[in-house]
């Protein structure tokens, strides 16, 4: 399984990012995705997930300002982020499971494939 994660950038406080991330080597179906964050000295972070049926989880820090998304016919699932803060500033990665129609997790330990990253900077 590939996953290629696009989109990030610098951008103002304030402002909105899209960030996307396409599968290959397997279905996409069937599978949920999570994407998570590591800010520089901190640990890589829970940021959102969406689960094989559609159904959205989020963390607390971006309830409200991020949206998760997926469109099955392109194997890709988004990360619409706005009102961006500079605490939101990371390396934003894109992660799917292991398991066909299996739980959707919310902590890294979940994740068997992970995509290389896309940064993700906002300034004050």
């Known amino acids: 399984v590939q996953l290629q994660a696009s989109g990030g950038g610098l951008v103002q406080a304030g402002g909105s990012l899209r960030l996307s991330c396409a599968a290959s080597?397997?279905?996409?179906?069937?599978?949920?995705m999570g994407w998570f964050r590591q800010a520089p000295g901190k640990e890589r972070e829970f940021v959102s997930a969406?689960?094989?049926?559609?159904?959205?989880y989020y963390a607390d820090s971006v309830k409200g300002r991020f949206t998760i998304s997926r469109e099955n016919a392109k194997n890709t699932v988004y990360l619409q982020m706005n009102s961006l803060k500079p605490e939101d500033t990371a390396v934003y990665y894109c992660?799917?499971?292991?398991?066909?129609?299996?739980?959707?997790?919310?902590?890294?330990?979940?994740?068997?494939?992970w995509g290389q990253g896309t940064l993700v900077t906002v300034s004050s």
């Open positions: 080597g397997r279905t996409f179906v069937g599978y949920g």
């Open positions: 969406i689960s094989w049926a559609g159904t959205t």
């Open positions: 992660a799917a499971p292991l398991k066909l129609y299996g739980s959707t997790w919310l902590g890294v330990s979940g994740y068997a494939y």
